[in-house]
Nanobody
Framework: QVQLVESGGGLVQAGDSLRLSCAAS????????IGWFRQAQGKVREFVAS????????YYADSVKGRFTISTDNAKNTVYLQMNSLKPEDTAVYYC?????????????????WGQGTQVTVSS
């Protein structure tokens, strides 16, 4: 089992920054990939970014490329999502999830464990 807890969400203005954290615990994650997804109200949960637990294999959705940065701190068992130049369309509940090594990193079905989510609201 893997437990994931997100934090760092909040209400910000367009152009501001936020850093989300995903604290992981449970089984060894060395072969896992960690992904960030988001779900806006009334919309499908969508892929945002992913990273291998060792820090490589980084991928971003086109909508956040150049603005968001995903990173890991293995000593703290934490994955971060630094979000800069936030836009109102970034408003959503953000979830982190753990993938045991499946290749389709943007597919929700590749992830076995999910956190409870953290709300990010960007006002215009």
């Amino acid at each position: 089992q893997v437990q994931l807890v997100e934090s760092g969400g909040g209400l910000v203005q367009a152009g501001d920054s936020l850093r989300l954290s995903c604290a992981a615990s449970g089984r060894t994650l060395s072969n896992y990939k960690i992904g960030w997804f988001r779900q806006a109200q009334g919309k499908v949960r969508e892929f945002v970014a992913s990273i291998s637990w060792t820090g490589g294999a980084i991928y971003y959705a086109d909508s956040v490329k150049g603005r968001f940065t995903i990173s890991t701190d293995n000593a703290k068992n934490t994955v971060y999502l630094q979000m800069n130049s936030l836009k109102p369309e970034d408003t959503a509940v953000y979830y982190c999830a753990a993938n045991p090594g499946r290749l389709q990193i943007s597919f929700r079905s590749s992830y076995d464990y999910w956190g409870q989510g953290t709300q990010v609201t960007v006002s215009s």
